[in-house]
């Protein structure tokens, strides 16, 4: 018996992190940026960056694609997230979703474009977006801050070297908590995952601090066997 045929629309959507202070707290925190749909399904509704994927483009290449258009943002971090396919999920056609995550340093996201129909959010205090794309922040929040400890993405927020301060202050910003300074050196000098430099930040009034950088020799954790390819601008980074 000949099975029916199905038309499924295949898109991606990307949730997109820079750590920006609250508006309320001052601290910093998760923020993505939004785009107002201007059409049907959920039209002024906000919704996370993304699109169709075209016929003879890869999903990395599409994410990247869409990413650039609506936000002017090329990530070094992107990373596969999951496919979300309920059947139920848009109301007017059978649509799948793959959808990346990224991480941006907060100088690169004071260049995104921004306007009436791009803005960035808070990630942990949203409105009601389309389609089930609250859902899939809550996901993706929950993939970066328990990758964040234990694996090199805190390095997309601060750059190649930085202070041990500094990447406690990542951590804390992630998972939304303080962490005790003296326990958190402790830990991370004591876990071989970085490496400290000949170099300190100079200017300040106290003894300088020295900068660190991640030990490349150690494999904490990757995407799998294309987790260091090179996709279109985009880079994926265990």
Same mark, same amino acid.
């Given at each position: ?60 290449? /599409?994410?990247? $694609? ?23 999920? @848009?109301?007017?056609?059978?649509? +799948?979703?793959? +959808?990346?995550?990224?991480?941006? $340093?907060?100088?690169? /996201? ?7 129909? +791009? ?79 000949? @170099? ?37 980074? @265990?």
């Amino acid at each position: 018996m000949a099975r029916e045929r199905q038309d499924i629309a295949l898109a991606v959507s990307t949730v997109i992190f820079a750590l920006r202070p609250h508006p309320e707290t001052g601290l910093s925190a998760p923020w993505i940026p939004l785009v107002r749909r201007i059409a049907a399904p959920f039209e002024s509704r906000w919704a996370l960056p993304g699109g169709w994927v075209a016929p003879r483009e890869s999903l990395e290449d /599409a994410a990247a $694609r869409n990413l650039l258009e609506t936000t002017a943002l090329e990530p070094t971090y992107l990373e596969q997230l999951y496919a979300f396919g309920a059947v139920d999920r @848009s109301p007017e056609e059978r649509v +799948v979703s793959v +959808v990346y995550w990224a991480l941006v $340093r907060a100088d690169q /996201a004071q260049q995104s474009r921004e306007g009436e129909n +791009v803005r960035w959010f808070p990630a942990d205090d949203l409105p009601q977006l389309a389609f089930d794309h609250n859902v899939i922040v809550d996901y993706a929040l929950w993939r970066l801050r328990t990758k964040v400890e234990y694996s090199r993405i805190a390095r997309a927020f601060l750059g190649e070297t930085f202070t041990l301060t500094e990447l406690r202050e990542v951590h804390e910003a992630v998972l939304q908590k303080p962490l005790d300074a003296a326990n958190f050196r402790r830990q991370v000098e004591s876990s071989g995952t970085l490496v400290p430099t000949d @170099s300190v930040v100079t200017g300040g009034r106290h003894r300088p601090p020295r900068l660190y950088r991640y030990n490349e020799t150690i494999e904490l954790v990757d995407n799998g066997p294309l987790g260091h390819e090179k996709t279109g601008s985009t880079r994926v980074v @265990s």
